[in-house]
Protein backbone atom coordinates (compact mmCIF):
# COMPACT_ATOMS: atom_id res chain seq x y z
CA UNK A 1 0.00 0.00 0.00
CA UNK A 2 1.14 3.36 -0.46
CA UNK A 3 0.33 6.50 1.38
CA UNK A 4 -1.28 8.22 -1.50
CA UNK A 5 -3.87 5.81 -2.22
CA UNK A 6 -6.45 6.51 -4.16
CA UNK A 7 -8.86 4.09 -2.23
CA UNK A 8 -8.17 6.33 0.72
CA UNK A 9 -11.48 8.42 1.55
CA UNK A 10 -10.84 12.37 0.49
CA UNK A 11 -8.43 14.11 3.08
CA UNK A 12 -7.26 10.99 5.08
CA UNK A 13 -4.00 10.11 5.41
CA UNK A 14 -2.45 7.14 6.22
CA UNK A 15 -0.22 6.27 9.25
CA UNK A 16 -0.03 2.48 9.24
CA UNK A 17 -1.33 -0.65 7.63
CA UNK A 18 -1.28 -3.88 8.17
CA UNK A 19 -2.98 -7.53 6.21
CA UNK A 20 -6.03 -7.90 8.17
CA UNK A 21 -5.74 -12.02 9.07
CA UNK A 22 -2.95 -13.97 8.03
CA UNK A 23 -5.46 -16.33 6.31
CA UNK A 24 -4.24 -17.04 2.48
CA UNK A 25 -7.98 -16.27 1.21
CA UNK A 26 -7.64 -12.66 3.21
CA UNK A 27 -4.88 -11.32 1.82
CA UNK A 28 -6.83 -8.42 -0.10
CA UNK A 29 -7.68 -7.34 3.21
CA UNK A 30 -5.73 -4.59 5.12
CA UNK A 31 -6.59 -2.84 8.31
CA UNK A 32 -5.44 0.81 8.02
CA UNK A 33 -4.91 3.65 10.80
CA UNK A 34 -5.61 7.36 9.31
CA UNK A 35 -5.78 10.73 10.52
CA UNK A 36 -8.97 12.25 8.73
CA UNK A 37 -10.83 15.20 9.32
CA UNK A 38 -8.84 16.24 12.35
CA UNK A 39 -9.51 12.71 14.11
CA UNK A 40 -7.93 8.88 14.37
CA UNK A 41 -10.04 6.33 12.60
CA UNK A 42 -9.74 2.86 11.66
CA UNK A 43 -10.61 1.38 8.22
CA UNK A 44 -10.70 -1.97 6.36
CA UNK A 45 -9.62 -2.25 3.02
CA UNK A 46 -10.24 -4.18 0.35
CA UNK A 47 -7.23 -3.79 -2.17
CA UNK A 48 -9.27 -4.83 -5.22
CA UNK A 49 -6.80 -7.90 -6.14
CA UNK A 50 -9.79 -10.13 -6.51
CA UNK A 51 -11.85 -8.06 -8.94
CA UNK A 52 -13.86 -6.46 -6.51
CA UNK A 53 -14.21 -2.61 -6.95
CA UNK A 54 -11.35 -1.29 -4.53
CA UNK A 55 -12.07 0.78 -1.21
CA UNK A 56 -12.69 1.25 2.56
CA UNK A 57 -15.39 0.36 4.38
CA UNK A 58 -16.48 -0.31 8.34
CA UNK A 59 -14.86 2.73 9.47
CA UNK A 60 -14.09 3.16 13.09
CA UNK A 61 -13.45 6.69 14.79
CA UNK A 62 -11.13 7.33 18.35
CA UNK A 63 -10.98 9.99 20.25
CA UNK A 64 -7.38 10.26 20.41
CA UNK A 65 -4.06 8.30 18.96
CA UNK A 66 -3.28 5.96 22.06
CA UNK A 67 -6.77 4.52 22.01
CA UNK A 68 -6.59 4.26 17.98
CA UNK A 69 -3.43 2.49 18.09
CA UNK A 70 -4.38 -0.12 20.47
CA UNK A 71 -7.30 -0.84 18.62
CA UNK A 72 -5.04 -1.33 15.38
CA UNK A 73 -2.66 -3.85 17.01
CA UNK A 74 -5.23 -6.23 18.98
Not at 19 to 47: F, I, K, M
Not at 60 to 65: G, Q
Request: aromatic content about 12%; glycine content about 8%.
Amino acid sequence: LKEHNPTLPAGAYLVAAKPLSEHAQDRHLWLLLCVWNGGYVTWRLNDGTRGEVPGCYLRRDFDNLQSAVKYFNA
